[in-house]
């Protein structure tokens, strides 16, 4: 178990570098380098001492033994200078193992602070190495402050869920083991700790407890039962096969050199793992497995992977793509363990539902167990189940096992600290008393409590293949009416506060303080990471404002009513919000609840009382009641209403930053707009509104149709410019566009015929994409006159060049089109979707 003393020294050493390497995994690696660096002059120092030779620091690398360091000759530019070769120079000894070498290839100093240096090198050098084991625990810590790898979708796994799902797929010493996105080598490390238990002779299988029951310790602390199981009944060859045999791939040499470092402080010399892109590479696509464990990445890059043409699924999803290459790379009698988002549980895309055949029909599932959403928290709130792969096992059954994980011995906070509620030795007795009972061990029966059994046809019904196991419990309890409860019964109801706004040393501090401004009214739901205004602690002390953990729900409750949000940081708000913090994160999904609130906003507005300002009472939204289906389906329904938000996010964001442009050739011609182009100002006649006589065809202004009227001035393709308002100088529309057709045009556009449609296309995208300020006169009322607008000068290219850049840009046009299309389809669906909540 990891000693405090060591745990102080690495917290120290982080310390350190802080404030020159504020970047967590940067962080590790410094002092994964440093450590590694200490460990190879230990090791020669105890060489000598036995009375052998150094073998690392010799030669000409004798200049960059550990301790040369601290000559207390070396300024402090020469002490950088000197460890920066070192770090340079190390991986091209031939003497040291590759192992050393990778470790050290492409290692650099990322800042030139002499004191920083300093200090953190005499703080790596309090570590000995007497104890390899006592440094494994202490690695394993120090990976412990890895964060997120957000843009790659890869998360830490907690020691707890790995040991879990380890026990569950229980892998022998026979087996050959995999993880095919291995990160640090948590999955492996604990899969060899396993062996060794399992193959130790005071290993007692039915009185041991499993350290993932082990609630109370906290996850970096986690060790297995605080029992060191020296896996004596290994024989020497049997441990040479588990070295030679379990390996890990990561497309991220930073991985691969925290996971060489890894196992080798667990007494791996020469580590399997290798710096491989196992979705788009085939060198090792002949390589098999007989137990995979892993945990990889969710994120899918932008445009999709482009996988090469073995798999058996043709997709673009990291997560199908990846659960893909593990059930093809099982041997015939494999067995996996694998954590999947919610995308592979119920997804719809073709892809995902061939993949979930593929898991039932081709006997690959024995079961799925649901985890919290917050198993992966301060780093992600995501959404995750395990895969339970036996290929032995699942020919033996017709039914899949559905167990769910509310609590997993930690709080759902950012802290994720233990609470007595575990739901995992209650999932895994059930888990095992299943297997047992598949191949017919006497005394064990199917368990009927706290598990759902569905039978491979039943999941084939539909045709999609539903992984949610609460979805065919529901439907075998004939669809009860659905459960409505009172928001106060569910959520805390804490309102915000101001401090003194005179006050300034109760400003522009450390605490995020939320205004209506951070629920911007286009969010269908803000998440809100930062805020506009920050106040001091000092003012909120002083004030009814109270810090709100992460995931609570913020509804605007007064003035604009109605707004919703989910902080993803710690913050307070102003005394304009109701903020709802989750009684019991395992009853209530709080992104659910911020769908529920969000789809109550008409319902919150009527609510509000008072004078100037409308607000809603807090015993107003105590009061409110609100459907509350299972915990599974309310995860379902806000993973869907998530996929429907991305999807209009993205559509908005081609919408609203396309800007057709035009690359202008300096050596283009210019030509007067007025040559270019026939002036028809003169048929142009205005129709007062009394007069208009409502009809068919539209009737043009300055910024586009104003009405509809019963007759035609134009019949053709024209251009029409604005030739007054405040939009020729605030372009909040476009000041040029086409029209066809019959039209009636006032006396506020100008009117331009062109012999060529291209040029007049050509034209349009022209005027939009420059200023005019200089070709417009008037102040109270901005005009472009005929004859400023017959100056414009205009780049005139070859017309076949116009034509081609017309046609890119009406292809991009029709894109945009497009995503104007989805946003409105998906934003049906959202609302569709919303009112199916409230019927029961």
Request: with cysteine; charged share 25%; glycine share 6%.
């Amino acid at each position: 178990m990891l000693d405090t003393t060591t745990k102080k020294k690495i917290d120290d050493a982080r310390d350190i570098l802080v404030g020159k390497v504020p970047v967590p995994s940067s962080q590790v690696e410094q002092i994964t380098i440093a450590l590694i660096y200490k460990f190879m002059y230990d090791m020669d120092n105890e060489s000598i001492e036995l009375g052998g030779n150094p073998k690392y620091f010799t030669g000409d690398f004798a200049q960059y033994a550990w301790n040369k360091l601290f000559d207390p000759k070396l300024s402090g530019e020469g002490r950088i200078q000197l460890y920066q070769d070192a770090l340079a120079k190390i991986p091209n000894n031939a003497e040291i193992p590759s192992l050393f070498r990778d470790i050290f290839k492409n290692a650099f100093l990322p800042y030139r602070d002499p004191e920083t240096l300093k200090l953190f090198l005499k703080c790596i050098d309090e570590f000995t190495y007497d104890h390899s084991e006592r440094l494994g625990d202490a690695f394993e810590y120090l990976l412990a402050v890895l964060g997120s790898q957000g843009d790659a979708g890869q998360f830490r796994t907690p020691r707890h869920i790995i040991d879990f799902m380890v026990e569950l797929i229980d892998p022998q010493k026979e087996d050959s083991i995999l993880d095919p996105a291995c990160g640090t080598a948590g999955f492996l490390i604990s899969a060899y700790k396993h062996i060794l238990k399992t193959n130790s002779s005071n290993y007692d299988k039915d009185n041991d407890p499993h350290s993932f029951a082990a609630h109370d310790t906290p996850l970096e602390e986690l060790v297995i039962n605080g029992r060191k199981y020296p896996g004596d009944l290994l024989t020497p060859d049997q441990r040479a096969f588990l070295h030679q045999n379990i390996k890990g791939y990561d497309i991220a040499f930073e991985m691969v050199r925290l996971s060489l470092v890894n196992m080798y402080l667990h007494g791996f010399n020469t580590p399997q793992i290798y710096e491989y892109d196992t979705l788009t590479s085939t060198e090792r696509w002949n390589e098999y497995a007989n137990v995979i464990l892993a945990n990889p990445p969710f994120m899918t890059p932008k445009g999709g992977i482009r996988p090469h043409q073995k798999f058996t699924i043709q997709a673009k999803r990291s997560e199908v793509l990846f659960v893909d290459y593990m059930l093809e790379h099982l041997t015939n009698n494999g067995k996996a363990g694998i954590i999947v988002p919610e995308g592979i549980i119920f997804q719809n895309g073709k892809a995902y539902k061939q993949l979930r055949k593929l898991l039932v029909e081709e006997n690959y599932l024995v079961g799925v167990i649901s985890l919290p959403s917050g198993v992966f928290n301060p780093y992600s709130g995501v959404k995750t189940s395990i895969l339970w792969i036996d290929k032995v096992l699942a020919k033996k059954t017709d039914k899949i096992i559905f167990l769910k994980i509310n609590n997993d011995g930690f709080d759902l906070g950012a802290q994720r600290r233990p609470i007595e509620a575990n739901d995992l030795p209650v999932a895994f007795a059930n888990a095992t008393a299943y297997k047992e009972a598949i191949v017919g061990k006497k005394n064990y029966a199917v368990p009927d409590k706290d598990v759902i059994l569905v039978e491979k046809t039943k999941l084939a019904e539909s045709g999609d293949y539903n992984l949610g196991g609460e979805r065919y419990a529901i439907v075998s309890k004939h669809n009860l009416d659905l459960k409505h409860v009172k928001l106060g019964e569910i959520a805390e109801i804490v309102s915000g506060g101001t401090p003194d706004t005179k006050n300034k040393s109760y400003w522009d501090g450390e605490v995020n303080w939320a205004t209506l401004v951070d629920l911007p009214a286009e969010e269908f739901i803000s998440m809100i990471s930062s805020t506009k205004r920050t106040i001091t602690e000092q003012g909120l002390r002083n004030s009814s404002a109270k810090t709100l953990p992460i995931n609570t729900v913020i509804v605007s409750s007064r003035a604009t009513i109605g707004r919703v949000g989910v902080n993803k940081t710690p913050i307070a708000t102003n005394q304009g919000f109701k903020n709802l913090i989750v009684k019991n994160p395992a009853e209530v999904d709080y992104n659910y609840l911020a769908i529920v609130m969000r789809s109550l906003r008409d319902d919150l507005i009527v609510l509000g009382t008072g004078g100037t300002y409308k607000e809603v009472s807090k015993g107003a939204f105590e009061s409110l009641s609100i459907p509350l289906p299972p915990i599974s389906v309310q995860e379902r329904i806000a993973a869907e209403l998530d996929s429907y938000q991305k999807i209009i996010d993205g559509a908005r964001q081609v919408v609203d930053n396309w800007n057709p442009h035009i690359n202008i050739d300096p050596e283009w011609c210019l030509s007067d707009l007025g040559d270019l182009s026939e002036n028809l100002d003169s048929k142009r006649i205005p129709i007062t509104k009394s007069d208009r006589k409502s009809g068919k065809y539209p009737y043009y202004g300055a910024s586009g149709i104003v009405d509809y009227v019963n007759d035609f001035l134009f019949d053709e393709d024209l251009l029409l410019v604005s030739e007054d308002g405040a939009n020729l100088l605030a372009r909040s529309t476009p000041i040029a566009f086409s029209i066809s057709g019959k039209a009636w045009v006032n006396n506020h556009a100008h009117v331009l015929r062109f012999k060529e449609r291209a040029v007049q296309k050509y034209i349009e995208l022209y005027l939009n994409s420059i200023s005019l300020a200089h070709f417009i006169t008037g102040s109270a009322q901005p005009k472009l006159t005929q004859q400023a607008l017959n100056m414009i000068k205009i780049p005139t290219p070859p017309i076949e060049t116009i034509e081609g850049i017309v046609l890119r840009v009406e292809k991009e046009q029709k894109l945009v089109d497009a995503s104007r299309e989805l946003i409105s389809l998906y934003e049906q669906k959202t609302k569709d979707r919303i009112k199916k909540l409230w019927k029961s």
